[in-house]
């Protein structure tokens, strides 16, 4: 364990409204006040990807890499949007795999803040925005010639829509790589309004094709027990 956090204890039950984390004697917060942890360099990662194992940016990534060479596109030459970026994990990964630039959306200042002290030079921009109100992002993404998409865990839930996914499908061109990550409870097919349906009626509108979906353990929750999500990968039509 890094010696700056070894007061740091996961909690879950008795609290009864999720998973907190004391980060010490005296401050204890829920496991999703983004703001507040991403304000300590270095905090989201011990605890969710060390602590909580938790492998979705990773999936996502590969996912990603796997789709574009699929289908016989270069990295090196895409410009791809991340959604929902958090800290930059995701995008940090796939520079690695070879993508030559990589845009960021968030819909938390804090999250733009944390990702540009801690990973500079990841993305060539990062816009604070939320897909469910897409005007003012539609105009700040336009001029990057989008080839691409990858969202480790950014869609479902609290997070973002159905709508927002559509939204964000929208800004690519036809034949362009998609991979995201989703709580396996969003993509209930019998419910209308979740993203299992979403993804269905883009499949049957000729809007998207499936190439992959996989389940998969996206992390522990702080009590131990497994959060299991799937991994989506496509192409744009």
Known sequence: MTDAFTSVRLLGPPETDGEYIALS???TVHLHEYTRIYAVPG???????ERLRCTSPQVAAEGFLRAAEGLGLDPGSMTVLDVGSGTGLVGELVRRGGVARVVGVDALPAAREACLRDRPGVYDDYVVGDFQHPDALRA???????????????????????????????????????????????????DPDGFGAAVERLVSDGGLTV??????QHRVTTTGEPIFYQLVVGRTE
């Open 25 to 27: 004697e005296h401050e």
């Open 211 to 216: 190439l992959e979906r996989t389940r998969f």
């Open 140 to 190: 700040a993404l336009r001029p990057y010639g989008l080839g691409g998409l990858v969202s480790a865990g950014a869609f479902g839930g609290t997070h973002a829509t159905p709508r927002a996914l559509d939204n964000a499908l929208a800004l690519l061109p036809a034949g362009a790589p998609v991979a995201f990550t989703i709580d396996e409870r969003w993509m209930d097919e019998s």
């Open 43 to 49: 905090l989201y990662e011990h605890v969710v990807q």
